[in-house]
């Protein structure tokens, strides 16, 4: 069931969960919202994706304490949002989980710059033991785990290696947290807390069945980059094969380094390979010396390839059709997608395309600055938990 006015909308699925959206900044209005359908469906826990050019991330979390003050959540700012209508900018988006299929528990871990990884799988043990508690037995292989991440915060590999290590096989899946690309500060909020450098683990036990997958749209090609000089604890490259980072790159996609922006990035991007595989390692932003800064772990050495692209609608088509396969039908997907697949769906002219994918696919979620799938941090990436019809369950 769907209203039809924009500026608060309701989508509910059969698996059970419940989207709201608004483009309006009363988050009073919202939240009043959120705590009728939460009463309605028997939502114990909400997930929430809002844009801090809309809304304050504070002016959330107090309307929620006003309103549905029972109600436990988590959640972050974005880099836009998929929302039932497609791809948005500027909403908020609530995902609404109803208790009688979904069971959830979630920990904040503070302070991400100066945490050991050992407190990091702590919590995550920590986490598994209360949601096995609650539940009164082990549910492994009917659970997942989203994590949410500071985007700016420089640690998604060494948070996203700490909570897979911590969950023993459960497969994690999740986004880092954006500022609709001003690159300043992200917020994370979680049961009344709102911070920044921090990350949230939500682990969730279903009885629905589920599927966790990633596509991405880029082919290696054979031209070489060689990181020579590099800052890693700020992610920025200084040389590629002791030429430039910015002239280099440039001659190797074939444009002016004067003319370098966020578009060129996201559509001519750089790929490095691991047991086997390529995974991007996205550019984030040319600086006044040529330097290049990056949205993943990057170090002297690391060896790069230049990325063909391929069609972006046709491969993310193809994906959701095999996971389409795999569950025998997708009630709905929550998804994870990097901001620069959206800018290169613009640059392409294909936004339109990939938003109506997202649309009849019944995706939702949020533009991220990285994503997180098992154990890796990637970018350039979708990133998604499909659900299938709750009677395939049963």
């Known amino acids: 069931m769907r209203r039809t006015s924009l500026a608060s909308s309701r989508t509910r699925y059969a698996c059970g969960l419940s989207a709201l959206t608004t483009d309006e900044p009363d988050m009073e209005a919202f939240a009043r919202a959120i ?125 996203s290696s700490a909570i897979h290590w911590g969950l023993d096989g459960i497969p994690l899946i999740g986004g880092s947290a954006g500022d609709d690309l ?63 980072a910015a002239e280099e790159y440039s001659a190797a996609v074939g444009i002016l380094p004067r003319t370098l922006t966020p578009l060129s990035f996201a559509s001519h991007p750089v790929v490095v390979k691991v047991g086997g595989e390529y995974y991007c390692r996205s550019i984030q932003k040319m600086h006044e010396d040529g330097s290049l800064s990056f949205f993943c772990a990057i170090d002297d050495g690391v060896v790069l390839s230049i990325a063909q692209p391929k069609d972006m609608v046709e491969s993310t088509r193809a994906a959701l059709r095999d996971v389409e396969e795999r569950l025998g039908g997708i009630d709905m997907i929550l998804g994870f997608d990097c901001v620069l697949r959206r800018l290169d ?28 799938y098992r154990s890796m941090h990637l970018n350039q990436t979708f990133t998604g938990i499909a659900f299938g019809d709750r009677q395939a369950a049963e």
């Open 35 to 159: 705590a009728t359908e939460a009463a309605a469906i028997d939502a114990g826990f909400a997930l929430l994706f809002f844009s801090q050019s809309l809304i304050e991330a504070g002016a959330l979390s107090r309307a929620l304490a006003n309103h549905a003050p029972t109600l436990e959540y988590a959640g972050c700012s974005t880099a836009g949002e998929i929302t039932p209508e497609g791809l948005e900018d500027g909403h908020v988006l609530a995902v609404l989980l109803p208790s009688p299929a979904f069971a959830a528990a979630s920990v904040m871990v503070d302070n991400l710059s100066s945490s050991g990884m050992d407190r990091i799988t702590g919590e995550v043990d920590a986490l598994r033991r209360q949601l096995r508690a609650r539940l009164g037995y082990d549910p492994a292989k009917d659970m997942f785990a989203l994590c949410f991440i500071d985007g700016l915060s420089y640690a998604e590999e060494a948070v």
């Open 182 to 244: 001003k690159f300043e500060t992200t917020r994370l909020i979680a049961n009344g807390r709102v911070t920044s450098d921090s990350a949230i683990i939500v682990l969730i036990s279903t009885e629905i069945p589920f599927h966790v997958f990633k596509t991405d749209n880029f082919v290696p090609t054979e031209e070489k980059l060689v990181v020579t000089a590099s800052d890693p604890d700020h992610r920025i490259v200084r040389e590629f094969n002791a030429t430039n």
């Open 345 to 372: 769906a613009r640059n392409r002219q294909v936004f339109r395309d990939i938003s109506e994918l997202y649309r009849v696919n019944n995706v939702i979620g949020f533009g991220t600055y990285g994503e997180q």
